[in-house]
Protein backbone atom coordinates (compact mmCIF):
# COMPACT_ATOMS: atom_id res chain seq x y z
CA UNK A 1 0.00 0.00 0.00
CA UNK A 2 1.17 3.20 -1.27
CA UNK A 3 1.63 5.56 1.63
CA UNK A 4 0.34 8.83 -0.24
CA UNK A 5 -1.18 7.16 -3.92
CA UNK A 6 -1.55 10.34 -6.44
CA UNK A 7 -4.50 12.08 -6.19
CA UNK A 8 -5.42 11.00 -9.26
CA UNK A 9 -5.41 7.42 -8.12
CA UNK A 10 -8.66 7.60 -6.50
CA UNK A 11 -11.97 7.37 -7.32
CA UNK A 12 -15.31 8.97 -5.59
CA UNK A 13 -18.56 7.18 -4.24
CA UNK A 14 -21.35 8.99 -2.25
CA UNK A 15 -24.62 8.68 -1.07
CA UNK A 16 -25.74 12.71 -1.82
CA UNK A 17 -25.07 13.83 1.94
CA UNK A 18 -21.28 12.47 1.94
CA UNK A 19 -18.65 11.00 0.23
CA UNK A 20 -15.95 8.72 0.17
CA UNK A 21 -12.69 8.30 -1.95
CA UNK A 22 -11.37 4.98 -3.32
CA UNK A 23 -7.76 4.05 -4.17
CA UNK A 24 -6.74 2.39 -7.23
CA UNK A 25 -5.21 -0.30 -4.59
CA UNK A 26 -8.60 -0.56 -2.60
CA UNK A 27 -7.86 1.80 0.18
CA UNK A 28 -10.64 4.40 1.27
CA UNK A 29 -8.03 7.01 2.38
CA UNK A 30 -10.94 9.60 2.85
CA UNK A 31 -14.19 9.63 4.28
CA UNK A 32 -15.81 12.45 6.25
CA UNK A 33 -19.64 11.76 8.38
CA UNK A 34 -22.48 12.57 8.55
CA UNK A 35 -21.93 15.68 6.00
CA UNK A 36 -19.55 16.59 3.52
CA UNK A 37 -18.05 19.17 6.05
CA UNK A 38 -17.69 16.81 8.75
CA UNK A 39 -14.56 15.33 10.83
CA UNK A 40 -13.32 12.22 8.79
CA UNK A 41 -13.18 9.19 10.06
CA UNK A 42 -10.97 7.88 7.18
CA UNK A 43 -8.05 10.74 6.01
CA UNK A 44 -4.80 8.94 5.40
CA UNK A 45 -4.62 10.72 2.41
CA UNK A 46 -3.97 13.51 4.62
CA UNK A 47 -1.82 11.68 7.34
CA UNK A 48 -0.74 7.91 6.65
CA UNK A 49 -0.28 7.30 10.28
CA UNK A 50 -2.52 9.33 12.25
CA UNK A 51 -6.07 9.84 9.51
CA UNK A 52 -6.91 6.00 9.37
CA UNK A 53 -7.82 3.68 6.60
CA UNK A 54 -10.25 1.00 5.48
CA UNK A 55 -8.24 -1.58 2.96
CA UNK A 56 -9.61 -3.92 1.47
CA UNK A 57 -7.69 -6.15 -1.65
CA UNK A 58 -5.56 -9.16 -2.30
CA UNK A 59 -2.70 -10.00 0.05
CA UNK A 60 -0.35 -10.24 -2.83
CA UNK A 61 1.03 -6.73 -2.99
CA UNK A 62 2.06 -7.47 -7.31
CA UNK A 63 -1.62 -7.49 -7.81
CA UNK A 64 -2.56 -5.00 -10.92
CA UNK A 65 -5.34 -2.60 -10.09
CA UNK A 66 -7.30 -1.69 -12.48
CA UNK A 67 -10.82 0.57 -11.57
CA UNK A 68 -13.72 1.62 -13.51
CA UNK A 69 -17.54 3.16 -13.11
CA UNK A 70 -20.20 0.54 -13.58
CA UNK A 71 -21.58 1.96 -16.55
CA UNK A 72 -23.55 4.96 -16.26
CA UNK A 73 -23.71 4.98 -12.11
CA UNK A 74 -21.42 6.07 -9.22
CA UNK A 75 -20.42 2.64 -8.27
CA UNK A 76 -16.98 1.68 -8.51
CA UNK A 77 -15.42 -1.62 -9.23
CA UNK A 78 -11.78 -2.04 -8.42
CA UNK A 79 -9.95 -5.26 -9.94
CA UNK A 80 -6.85 -6.61 -8.62
CA UNK A 81 -5.30 -9.37 -11.33
CA UNK A 82 -2.59 -11.89 -10.64
CA UNK A 83 -1.40 -15.25 -11.75
CA UNK A 84 -3.49 -16.97 -9.42
CA UNK A 85 -7.09 -15.32 -10.24
CA UNK A 86 -9.04 -12.44 -10.50
CA UNK A 87 -10.79 -10.61 -7.86
CA UNK A 88 -12.90 -7.15 -7.75
CA UNK A 89 -13.89 -4.60 -5.04
CA UNK A 90 -17.08 -2.90 -5.85
CA UNK A 91 -17.46 0.10 -3.40
CA UNK A 92 -21.03 2.00 -3.35
CA UNK A 93 -22.94 4.18 -0.65
CA UNK A 94 -26.78 4.02 -0.86
CA UNK A 95 -28.41 6.91 -1.76
CA UNK A 96 -31.65 8.13 0.93
CA UNK A 97 -34.09 9.31 -1.68
CA UNK A 98 -36.12 10.96 1.20
CA UNK A 99 -33.81 13.58 0.83
CA UNK A 100 -33.71 14.15 4.62
CA UNK A 101 -30.48 14.94 6.80
CA UNK A 102 -29.30 11.67 8.65
CA UNK A 103 -26.81 10.71 10.57
CA UNK A 104 -26.92 7.66 9.47
CA UNK A 105 -24.41 6.23 6.17
CA UNK A 106 -23.49 3.27 4.85
CA UNK A 107 -20.66 2.17 2.63
CA UNK A 108 -20.94 -1.37 0.92
CA UNK A 109 -17.59 -2.97 0.23
CA UNK A 110 -18.58 -6.30 -2.28
CA UNK A 111 -15.53 -8.24 -2.87
CA UNK A 112 -15.36 -11.25 -5.41
CA UNK A 113 -13.15 -13.72 -7.20
CA UNK A 114 -14.05 -13.80 -11.26
CA UNK A 115 -11.26 -16.09 -12.45
CA UNK A 116 -9.38 -18.22 -10.10
CA UNK A 117 -8.33 -18.13 -6.89
CA UNK A 118 -7.68 -14.67 -4.73
CA UNK A 119 -6.43 -14.06 -0.85
CA UNK A 120 -8.40 -10.86 0.36
CA UNK A 121 -7.56 -9.15 3.38
CA UNK A 122 -9.22 -6.58 5.34
CA UNK A 123 -8.08 -3.80 7.36
CA UNK A 124 -10.04 -1.25 9.34
CA UNK A 125 -8.46 1.63 11.27
CA UNK A 126 -10.94 4.04 11.58
CA UNK A 127 -9.51 8.08 13.53
CA UNK A 128 -12.22 9.85 14.30
CA UNK A 129 -12.63 13.65 14.37
CA UNK A 130 -9.35 14.26 11.96
CA UNK A 131 -7.56 11.63 13.77
CA UNK A 132 -7.75 13.69 17.55
CA UNK A 133 -10.24 11.24 19.09
CA UNK A 134 -9.59 7.94 21.10
CA UNK A 135 -12.49 5.10 20.09
CA UNK A 136 -13.02 1.88 21.66
CA UNK A 137 -13.55 -1.52 19.94
CA UNK A 138 -15.99 -3.89 20.40
CA UNK A 139 -15.99 -7.20 18.77
CA UNK A 140 -18.72 -10.38 19.12
CA UNK A 141 -20.17 -12.72 16.29
CA UNK A 142 -22.14 -9.40 14.90
CA UNK A 143 -18.99 -7.18 13.79
CA UNK A 144 -17.13 -4.62 14.98
CA UNK A 145 -18.25 -1.74 16.61
CA UNK A 146 -16.13 1.23 16.99
CA UNK A 147 -17.25 3.64 19.53
CA UNK A 148 -16.12 7.61 19.75
CA UNK A 149 -17.47 10.58 21.23
CA UNK A 150 -20.60 11.39 19.66
CA UNK A 151 -20.21 8.60 16.65
CA UNK A 152 -20.55 5.00 15.98
CA UNK A 153 -19.28 3.01 13.36
CA UNK A 154 -20.00 -0.52 12.82
CA UNK A 155 -18.05 -2.85 10.13
CA UNK A 156 -20.06 -6.33 9.96
CA UNK A 157 -18.51 -8.70 7.58
CA UNK A 158 -19.31 -11.95 6.00
CA UNK A 159 -16.51 -13.08 6.66
CA UNK A 160 -14.42 -13.46 10.19
CA UNK A 161 -12.33 -10.80 11.95
CA UNK A 162 -10.17 -10.45 14.20
CA UNK A 163 -8.55 -7.59 16.90
CA UNK A 164 -5.60 -5.82 16.14
CA UNK A 165 -5.70 -3.37 18.79
CA UNK A 166 -8.33 -1.20 18.59
CA UNK A 167 -8.76 -1.72 15.11
CA UNK A 168 -9.50 -5.32 12.81
CA UNK A 169 -8.45 -7.01 10.31
CA UNK A 170 -9.68 -10.39 8.55
CA UNK A 171 -8.77 -12.82 5.94
CA UNK A 172 -10.90 -14.51 3.35
CA UNK A 173 -9.74 -16.76 0.31
CA UNK A 174 -12.64 -16.80 -2.64
CA UNK A 175 -12.32 -19.40 -5.51
CA UNK A 176 -14.16 -17.49 -8.91
CA UNK A 177 -18.01 -16.75 -8.61
CA UNK A 178 -17.90 -16.46 -4.94
CA UNK A 179 -18.37 -12.91 -3.28
CA UNK A 180 -18.55 -11.93 0.30
CA UNK A 181 -19.53 -8.53 1.75
CA UNK A 182 -17.84 -5.96 4.51
CA UNK A 183 -20.52 -2.47 5.26
CA UNK A 184 -18.97 -0.08 7.29
CA UNK A 185 -21.95 2.08 9.09
CA UNK A 186 -21.84 5.20 10.56
CA UNK A 187 -24.14 6.80 12.89
CA UNK A 188 -24.77 8.67 16.30
CA UNK A 189 -23.64 7.20 19.46
CA UNK A 190 -26.00 4.68 20.73
CA UNK A 191 -27.45 4.17 17.46
CA UNK A 192 -29.33 1.13 16.43
CA UNK A 193 -27.40 -1.46 15.10
CA UNK A 194 -27.44 -2.49 11.14
CA UNK A 195 -28.93 -5.82 10.45
CA UNK A 196 -26.14 -8.07 9.37
CA UNK A 197 -25.56 -8.23 5.39
CA UNK A 198 -26.25 -11.50 3.57
CA UNK A 199 -25.07 -12.21 0.25
CA UNK A 200 -28.46 -11.69 -1.16
CA UNK A 201 -29.25 -8.60 0.63
CA UNK A 202 -25.72 -7.06 -0.86
CA UNK A 203 -27.05 -8.25 -4.39
CA UNK A 204 -30.54 -6.03 -4.11
CA UNK A 205 -28.91 -3.26 -2.62
CA UNK A 206 -26.29 -3.41 -5.48
CA UNK A 207 -28.64 -3.35 -7.90
CA UNK A 208 -31.12 -0.64 -6.08
CA UNK A 209 -28.25 1.75 -6.46
CA UNK A 210 -27.24 0.53 -10.36
CA UNK A 211 -31.97 1.84 -10.67
CA UNK A 212 -31.26 4.93 -9.01
CA UNK A 213 -28.30 6.05 -11.10
CA UNK A 214 -29.39 5.16 -14.16
CA UNK A 215 -32.87 6.47 -13.48
CA UNK A 216 -31.51 9.48 -12.55
CA UNK A 217 -29.25 9.82 -15.67
CA UNK A 218 -31.97 9.16 -18.25
CA UNK A 219 -32.82 12.89 -17.60
CA UNK A 220 -30.02 13.68 -19.69
CA UNK A 221 -30.55 15.45 -23.12
CA UNK A 222 -27.13 15.62 -24.07
CA UNK A 223 -26.53 13.99 -27.49
CA UNK A 224 -23.29 15.93 -28.15
CA UNK A 225 -19.87 13.79 -28.92
CA UNK A 226 -18.90 13.25 -25.51
CA UNK A 227 -21.55 11.34 -23.69
CA UNK A 228 -19.18 9.83 -21.39
CA UNK A 229 -17.23 12.52 -20.81
CA UNK A 230 -20.11 14.59 -20.16
CA UNK A 231 -21.89 11.90 -18.17
CA UNK A 232 -19.68 11.54 -15.84
CA UNK A 233 -19.24 14.95 -15.19
CA UNK A 234 -23.01 15.51 -14.24
CA UNK A 235 -22.83 12.50 -11.92
CA UNK A 236 -19.93 13.95 -9.40
CA UNK A 237 -21.92 17.16 -9.55
CA UNK A 238 -24.98 15.02 -8.27
CA UNK A 239 -22.46 13.30 -5.72
CA UNK A 240 -20.90 16.43 -5.23
CA UNK A 241 -24.65 17.98 -3.73
CA UNK A 242 -26.14 17.85 -0.48
CA UNK A 243 -29.61 16.34 -1.39
CA UNK A 244 -31.22 17.50 1.70
CA UNK A 245 -30.53 21.84 0.55
CA UNK A 246 -29.61 21.35 -3.11
CA UNK A 247 -25.80 22.20 -2.34
CA UNK A 248 -23.37 21.80 -3.90
CA UNK A 249 -19.76 21.42 -2.42
CA UNK A 250 -16.19 22.86 -4.34
CA UNK A 251 -14.96 19.56 -3.67
CA UNK A 252 -15.26 16.41 -1.52
CA UNK A 253 -11.79 16.27 -0.12
CA UNK A 254 -9.74 19.11 1.85
CA UNK A 255 -6.32 19.52 2.11
CA UNK A 256 -4.50 18.25 -0.76
CA UNK A 257 -2.07 20.77 -2.31
CA UNK A 258 -2.22 22.98 -5.24
CA UNK A 259 1.81 22.29 -5.03
CA UNK A 260 3.00 19.20 -3.09
CA UNK A 261 5.12 19.85 -0.01
CA UNK A 262 3.21 23.67 -0.14
CA UNK A 263 0.99 25.89 2.38
CA UNK A 264 -1.75 26.19 -0.99
CA UNK A 265 -3.99 23.88 1.18
CA UNK A 266 -7.92 24.88 1.30
CA UNK A 267 -10.90 23.24 2.53
CA UNK A 268 -13.06 22.60 -0.48
CA UNK A 269 -16.03 20.91 1.33
CA UNK A 270 -18.54 23.82 1.43
CA UNK A 271 -20.86 25.76 -1.17
CA UNK A 272 -19.23 28.59 -2.70
CA UNK A 273 -21.86 30.74 -4.20
CA UNK A 274 -20.06 30.93 -7.23
CA UNK A 275 -19.37 27.32 -8.42
CA UNK A 276 -22.69 26.50 -7.40
CA UNK A 277 -24.56 29.43 -9.20
CA UNK A 278 -22.35 28.93 -12.56
CA UNK A 279 -23.43 24.75 -12.55
CA UNK A 280 -27.14 25.67 -12.62
CA UNK A 281 -26.40 27.25 -16.35
CA UNK A 282 -24.62 23.69 -16.66
CA UNK A 283 -27.82 21.64 -15.34
CA UNK A 284 -30.36 22.74 -16.95
CA UNK A 285 -28.33 22.08 -20.64
CA UNK A 286 -28.25 18.71 -19.93
CA UNK A 287 -31.77 19.03 -18.99
CA UNK A 288 -31.41 18.65 -14.76
CA UNK A 289 -33.66 20.75 -13.52
CA UNK A 290 -34.66 19.76 -10.27
CA UNK A 291 -30.98 20.08 -8.98
CA UNK A 292 -31.12 23.64 -10.62
CA UNK A 293 -34.48 24.72 -9.32
CA UNK A 294 -33.32 23.34 -5.75
CA UNK A 295 -30.22 25.57 -5.70
CA UNK A 296 -32.21 28.30 -7.00
CA UNK A 297 -34.03 28.02 -3.74
CA UNK A 298 -31.31 27.41 -1.31
CA UNK A 299 -29.68 30.99 -2.67
CA UNK A 300 -32.87 32.64 -2.34
CA UNK A 301 -33.01 31.79 1.22
CA UNK A 302 -29.53 32.92 1.57
CA UNK A 303 -30.78 36.63 0.19
CA UNK A 304 -34.10 36.55 2.31
CA UNK A 305 -32.18 35.77 5.84
CA UNK A 306 -30.50 38.33 5.30
CA UNK A 307 -32.99 41.11 5.45
CA UNK A 308 -33.45 44.32 8.03
CA UNK A 309 -29.86 43.16 8.46
CA UNK A 310 -26.39 45.44 7.92
CA UNK A 311 -23.62 44.56 5.38
CA UNK A 312 -23.05 42.58 3.13
CA UNK A 313 -26.60 40.80 1.57
CA UNK A 314 -24.07 37.53 0.37
CA UNK A 315 -20.97 35.86 2.05
CA UNK A 316 -18.62 34.42 -0.42
CA UNK A 317 -19.24 30.33 0.82
CA UNK A 318 -21.64 28.63 3.56
CA UNK A 319 -22.02 25.42 4.29
CA UNK A 320 -24.41 23.28 3.54
CA UNK A 321 -27.24 23.90 5.41
CA UNK A 322 -26.55 27.73 5.02
CA UNK A 323 -24.59 28.26 8.07
CA UNK A 324 -22.30 31.03 7.34
CA UNK A 325 -19.70 30.26 10.36
CA UNK A 326 -16.62 28.43 8.88
CA UNK A 327 -13.81 29.57 10.75
CA UNK A 328 -10.31 28.22 9.68
CA UNK A 329 -7.77 26.42 11.74
CA UNK A 330 -5.06 24.25 10.85
CA UNK A 331 -4.69 20.84 11.82
CA UNK A 332 -1.18 20.90 13.50
CA UNK A 333 -1.05 16.68 13.95
CA UNK A 334 -1.39 16.19 10.12
CA UNK A 335 1.44 15.72 8.10
CA UNK A 336 -0.37 16.65 5.25
CA UNK A 337 -0.39 15.34 1.83
CA UNK A 338 3.34 14.45 1.08
CA UNK A 339 4.45 16.41 3.79
CA UNK A 340 2.18 19.22 2.77
CA UNK A 341 1.20 21.66 5.73
CA UNK A 342 -0.65 22.93 7.05
CA UNK A 343 -3.57 21.61 6.54
CA UNK A 344 -6.78 23.85 7.08
CA UNK A 345 -10.27 22.87 8.09
CA UNK A 346 -12.57 25.68 7.66
CA UNK A 347 -12.01 28.52 5.25
CA UNK A 348 -10.88 31.95 6.19
CA UNK A 349 -12.05 32.88 2.72
CA UNK A 350 -15.77 33.04 3.61
CA UNK A 351 -14.95 36.90 5.26
CA UNK A 352 -13.22 37.65 2.11
CA UNK A 353 -15.32 40.82 -0.34
CA UNK A 354 -15.90 39.15 -3.23
CA UNK A 355 -18.38 41.24 -5.27
CA UNK A 356 -18.09 39.11 -8.32
CA UNK A 357 -20.88 36.93 -6.44
CA UNK A 358 -23.51 39.33 -6.75
CA UNK A 359 -23.58 38.89 -10.63
CA UNK A 360 -23.34 34.76 -10.37
CA UNK A 361 -26.14 34.49 -7.62
CA UNK A 362 -28.28 37.02 -9.86
CA UNK A 363 -27.26 34.72 -13.19
CA UNK A 364 -28.41 31.55 -11.42
CA UNK A 365 -31.39 33.32 -10.70
CA UNK A 366 -32.20 34.31 -14.38
CA UNK A 367 -31.52 31.03 -15.87
CA UNK A 368 -33.69 29.54 -18.48
CA UNK A 369 -38.03 28.91 -17.47
CA UNK A 370 -37.42 27.60 -13.81
CA UNK A 371 -36.11 31.23 -12.77
CA UNK A 372 -39.90 32.81 -13.28
CA UNK A 373 -41.42 29.78 -11.28
CA UNK A 374 -38.76 30.51 -8.61
CA UNK A 375 -39.65 34.27 -8.56
CA UNK A 376 -42.08 34.27 -5.52
CA UNK A 377 -42.93 37.77 -4.44
CA UNK A 378 -40.81 37.38 -1.06
CA UNK A 379 -37.68 36.44 -3.36
CA UNK A 380 -38.30 38.91 -5.81
CA UNK A 381 -38.22 41.52 -3.21
CA UNK A 382 -35.11 39.67 -1.62
CA UNK A 383 -33.39 39.73 -4.74
CA UNK A 384 -34.61 43.40 -6.02
CA UNK A 385 -33.28 45.22 -2.17
CA UNK A 386 -30.06 43.28 -2.90
CA UNK A 387 -29.41 44.94 -6.41
CA UNK A 388 -30.54 48.41 -4.34
CA UNK A 389 -27.93 47.57 -1.85
CA UNK A 390 -25.09 46.80 -4.60
CA UNK A 391 -26.23 49.93 -6.82
CA UNK A 392 -24.86 51.82 -3.98
CA UNK A 393 -21.39 49.37 -3.37
CA UNK A 394 -20.13 47.47 -6.27
CA UNK A 395 -17.52 50.67 -7.10
CA UNK A 396 -15.17 49.06 -4.14
CA UNK A 397 -11.91 46.88 -4.18
CA UNK A 398 -11.97 43.48 -3.29
CA UNK A 399 -10.21 40.49 -2.81
CA UNK A 400 -11.73 38.54 -6.27
CA UNK A 401 -12.65 35.36 -7.80
CA UNK A 402 -9.43 33.24 -7.04
CA UNK A 403 -9.42 34.49 -3.20
CA UNK A 404 -5.79 36.14 -3.28
CA UNK A 405 -4.06 36.36 0.07
CA UNK A 406 -2.59 39.55 -0.73
CA UNK A 407 -4.59 42.91 -0.17
CA UNK A 408 -7.53 43.97 -1.67
CA UNK A 409 -7.53 45.44 -5.60
CA UNK A 410 -9.94 46.86 -8.35
CA UNK A 411 -10.37 43.04 -10.40
CA UNK A 412 -11.63 43.21 -13.68
CA UNK A 413 -13.58 40.13 -13.19
CA UNK A 414 -15.54 41.40 -10.68
CA UNK A 415 -16.77 44.29 -12.29
CA UNK A 416 -17.98 42.58 -15.23
CA UNK A 417 -19.88 40.11 -12.75
CA UNK A 418 -21.82 43.50 -11.18
CA UNK A 419 -22.49 44.41 -14.41
CA UNK A 420 -23.90 40.80 -15.51
CA UNK A 421 -25.78 41.64 -11.74
CA UNK A 422 -27.84 44.40 -13.12
CA UNK A 423 -28.11 43.53 -16.37
CA UNK A 424 -29.94 40.04 -15.46
CA UNK A 425 -31.47 41.72 -12.57
CA UNK A 426 -33.33 44.25 -15.32
CA UNK A 427 -34.19 41.50 -17.69
CA UNK A 428 -35.90 39.82 -15.02
CA UNK A 429 -37.93 43.04 -13.40
CA UNK A 430 -39.27 43.20 -17.48
CA UNK A 431 -39.92 39.83 -17.90
CA UNK A 432 -42.19 38.81 -15.13
CA UNK A 433 -43.32 42.81 -14.69
CA UNK A 434 -41.93 43.08 -11.35
CA UNK A 435 -41.82 46.13 -8.90
CA UNK A 436 -37.51 47.52 -9.11
CA UNK A 437 -35.89 50.69 -9.76
CA UNK A 438 -34.84 49.85 -12.67
CA UNK A 439 -33.35 54.04 -13.61
CA UNK A 440 -31.31 53.32 -10.62
CA UNK A 441 -29.98 49.59 -11.96
CA UNK A 442 -29.39 50.79 -15.20
CA UNK A 443 -27.39 53.59 -14.63
CA UNK A 444 -25.09 51.56 -12.06
CA UNK A 445 -25.08 48.88 -15.02
CA UNK A 446 -24.41 51.70 -17.45
CA UNK A 447 -21.52 52.99 -15.33
CA UNK A 448 -19.35 49.49 -14.70
CA UNK A 449 -19.23 49.10 -18.36
CA UNK A 450 -17.95 52.35 -19.09
CA UNK A 451 -15.66 52.00 -16.32
CA UNK A 452 -14.07 48.54 -17.17
CA UNK A 453 -13.81 49.32 -21.08
CA UNK A 454 -11.51 52.27 -19.65
CA UNK A 455 -9.70 51.27 -16.58
CA UNK A 456 -9.75 47.21 -17.29
CA UNK A 457 -8.17 47.01 -20.88
CA UNK A 458 -4.59 47.31 -21.33
CA UNK A 459 -2.96 49.27 -24.30
CA UNK A 460 0.15 47.51 -23.33
CA UNK A 461 -0.90 43.91 -23.60
CA UNK A 462 -4.34 44.73 -26.11
CA UNK A 463 -6.23 43.01 -23.58
CA UNK A 464 -8.40 42.95 -21.07
CA UNK A 465 -6.50 42.83 -17.72
CA UNK A 466 -6.30 41.54 -13.99
CA UNK A 467 -7.31 44.50 -12.23
CA UNK A 468 -6.88 48.46 -12.88
CA UNK A 469 -3.70 48.81 -11.35
CA UNK A 470 -1.39 46.11 -13.55
CA UNK A 471 -0.52 44.70 -16.70
CA UNK A 472 -1.41 41.30 -15.41
CA UNK A 473 -3.98 38.91 -17.74
CA UNK A 474 -6.52 37.13 -15.73
CA UNK A 475 -8.27 33.77 -17.31
CA UNK A 476 -11.09 34.45 -15.14
CA UNK A 477 -12.34 37.14 -18.03
CA UNK A 478 -12.44 34.30 -20.30
CA UNK A 479 -16.16 34.33 -19.24
CA UNK A 480 -16.25 37.75 -20.59
CA UNK A 481 -18.44 36.32 -23.73
CA UNK A 482 -20.44 33.35 -22.05
CA UNK A 483 -22.27 36.14 -20.01
CA UNK A 484 -22.66 38.54 -22.80
CA UNK A 485 -20.28 41.82 -21.20
CA UNK A 486 -18.86 41.50 -24.90
CA UNK A 487 -19.49 40.06 -28.18
CA UNK A 488 -17.81 37.09 -28.83
CA UNK A 489 -15.61 38.04 -32.03
CA UNK A 490 -15.19 41.68 -31.06
CA UNK A 491 -11.83 43.30 -32.09
CA UNK A 492 -11.17 43.69 -28.30
CA UNK A 493 -12.04 40.21 -26.96
CA UNK A 494 -9.73 38.88 -29.76
CA UNK A 495 -7.05 41.04 -29.24
CA UNK A 496 -7.42 39.25 -25.19
CA UNK A 497 -7.74 36.05 -26.20
CA UNK A 498 -4.51 36.25 -28.66
CA UNK A 499 -2.48 37.86 -25.21
CA UNK A 500 -3.81 34.88 -22.82
CA UNK A 501 -2.58 32.51 -25.86
CA UNK A 502 0.78 34.03 -25.45
CA UNK A 503 0.80 34.44 -21.72
CA UNK A 504 -1.14 32.30 -19.63
CA UNK A 505 -1.69 29.04 -22.22
CA UNK A 506 0.64 26.13 -21.90
CA UNK A 507 0.31 23.53 -24.41
CA UNK A 508 -3.23 24.33 -24.21
CA UNK A 509 -3.32 24.11 -20.35
CA UNK A 510 -4.29 27.17 -18.92
CA UNK A 511 -2.27 29.15 -15.67
CA UNK A 512 -5.57 31.44 -13.77
CA UNK A 513 -2.42 34.37 -13.86
CA UNK A 514 1.04 34.03 -13.39
CA UNK A 515 1.86 34.41 -10.18
CA UNK A 516 5.42 36.30 -10.48
CA UNK A 517 3.27 38.93 -11.45
CA UNK A 518 0.72 38.71 -9.54
CA UNK A 519 1.66 38.02 -5.86
CA UNK A 520 -1.52 36.51 -4.14
CA UNK A 521 -0.10 36.60 -0.38
CA UNK A 522 1.18 32.49 -0.59
CA UNK A 523 4.08 30.96 -0.99
CA UNK A 524 5.26 28.67 -3.80
CA UNK A 525 3.73 28.01 -7.65
CA UNK A 526 0.75 26.32 -9.10
CA UNK A 527 -0.23 24.43 -11.64
CA UNK A 528 -2.43 25.09 -14.68
CA UNK A 529 -5.91 25.68 -13.73
CA UNK A 530 -8.60 22.79 -15.30
CA UNK A 531 -11.54 25.34 -14.87
CA UNK A 532 -9.29 27.90 -17.07
CA UNK A 533 -8.62 25.46 -19.77
CA UNK A 534 -12.43 24.11 -20.14
CA UNK A 535 -13.12 28.23 -20.08
CA UNK A 536 -10.58 28.74 -22.79
CA UNK A 537 -12.19 25.77 -24.91
CA UNK A 538 -15.89 27.59 -24.17
CA UNK A 539 -14.48 31.06 -25.61
CA UNK A 540 -12.13 29.85 -28.36
CA UNK A 541 -15.78 28.08 -29.61
CA UNK A 542 -18.04 31.20 -29.10
CA UNK A 543 -14.82 32.76 -31.48
CA UNK A 544 -15.45 30.75 -34.11
CA UNK A 545 -11.76 29.41 -33.71
CA UNK A 546 -13.13 25.97 -33.71
CA UNK A 547 -10.17 23.56 -34.61
CA UNK A 548 -8.26 25.11 -31.61
CA UNK A 549 -11.15 24.84 -29.47
CA UNK A 550 -11.66 21.07 -30.18
CA UNK A 551 -8.15 20.03 -30.06
CA UNK A 552 -7.90 21.92 -26.67
CA UNK A 553 -11.03 19.97 -25.62
CA UNK A 554 -9.56 16.76 -26.68
CA UNK A 555 -5.99 17.01 -25.01
CA UNK A 556 -7.33 18.07 -22.23
CA UNK A 557 -9.48 14.94 -22.02
CA UNK A 558 -6.37 13.17 -21.52
CA UNK A 559 -5.12 14.83 -18.29
CA UNK A 560 -8.58 12.91 -16.92
CA UNK A 561 -8.08 10.27 -14.70
CA UNK A 562 -8.71 6.93 -15.37
CA UNK A 563 -12.65 7.32 -14.55
CA UNK A 564 -12.82 10.38 -15.76
CA UNK A 565 -12.26 12.65 -12.96
CA UNK A 566 -10.52 15.73 -12.51
CA UNK A 567 -8.95 17.82 -9.77
CA UNK A 568 -8.34 21.24 -9.72
CA UNK A 569 -5.48 21.38 -11.09
CA UNK A 570 -2.64 19.80 -13.46
CA UNK A 571 1.18 20.13 -12.23
CA UNK A 572 4.00 20.44 -14.29
CA UNK A 573 4.49 16.58 -15.25
CA UNK A 574 0.80 16.51 -16.04
CA UNK A 575 -0.13 15.20 -12.24
CA UNK A 576 -3.64 15.93 -10.68
CA UNK A 577 -3.03 18.58 -7.89
CA UNK A 578 -5.66 20.26 -5.73
CA UNK A 579 -8.80 19.05 -4.04
CA UNK A 580 -10.33 16.49 -6.01
CA UNK A 581 -12.56 16.02 -7.21
CA UNK A 582 -13.70 19.19 -8.15
CA UNK A 583 -17.09 20.47 -8.81
CA UNK A 584 -15.74 23.93 -10.63
CA UNK A 585 -13.54 21.25 -13.16
CA UNK A 586 -16.30 19.53 -14.12
CA UNK A 587 -19.36 22.10 -14.37
CA UNK A 588 -16.65 24.19 -16.96
CA UNK A 589 -16.53 20.59 -18.63
CA UNK A 590 -20.10 20.52 -19.67
CA UNK A 591 -19.85 24.34 -20.22
CA UNK A 592 -17.23 23.93 -22.82
CA UNK A 593 -18.66 20.41 -24.42
CA UNK A 594 -22.06 21.82 -25.30
CA UNK A 595 -20.94 25.14 -26.53
CA UNK A 596 -18.52 23.34 -28.58
CA UNK A 597 -21.16 21.02 -29.78
CA UNK A 598 -23.07 23.66 -30.72
CA UNK A 599 -20.57 25.63 -32.49
CA UNK A 600 -19.68 22.18 -34.84
CA UNK A 601 -23.08 21.61 -35.48
CA UNK A 602 -23.49 24.65 -36.56
CA UNK A 603 -20.44 24.78 -38.81
CA UNK A 604 -21.64 21.21 -40.78
CA UNK A 605 -24.99 22.84 -41.37
CA UNK A 606 -22.59 25.73 -43.61
Not at 5 to 25: F, K, M, N, R, Y
Not at 118 to 137: I, K, T, W
Not at 254 to 279: C, H, I, K
Not at 414 to 441: C, I, N, T, Y
Request: proline content about 5%.
Amino acid sequence: MDRYPPIAEHGLVGDLQTAALVSSQGVVDWFAAPRFDSPSIFAALLDHDRGGYFRLAPEDPDAACKQLYYPDTAILVTRFMSPDGVGEVVDFMPPDQTRTATDRHTLIRVLRAVRGTVDFSLECRPRFDYGRAEHQLELDGNGALFRAPGNDAHLQTTFPLERDGQDVRGNVTLSAGEAHGAVFTVCASGGKAPVSPTADGLTEQFQEVVRFWQQWLSQSRYRGRWPELVHRSVITLKLLTYAPTGALIAAATMGLPEQVGGERNWDYRFTWVRDSALSVRAMLDLGFAEEATAFVHWLVDRLREREGRDGEPLQTMYRVDGDPDLPEETLDHFEGYRGSSPVRIGNGAADQLQLDIYGEAVYALAQGGESERQASFRGWKALARTLDWFADNWDRPDEGIWETRGGRKNFTYSRVMSWVAFDHGLRLAEAFRKPADQEKWRKARDAVLEQVMQRGWSEKERAFIQHYDSEVLDASLLLMPRVEFIAPRDPAWLSTLDAMDRKLVSDSLVYRYDPAESPDGLRGSEGTFSLCTFLYVDALARAGRLPQARYTFEKMQTYANHVGLFAEEVGPSGEQLGNFPQAFTHLSLIMAATTLDKALDQEQRR
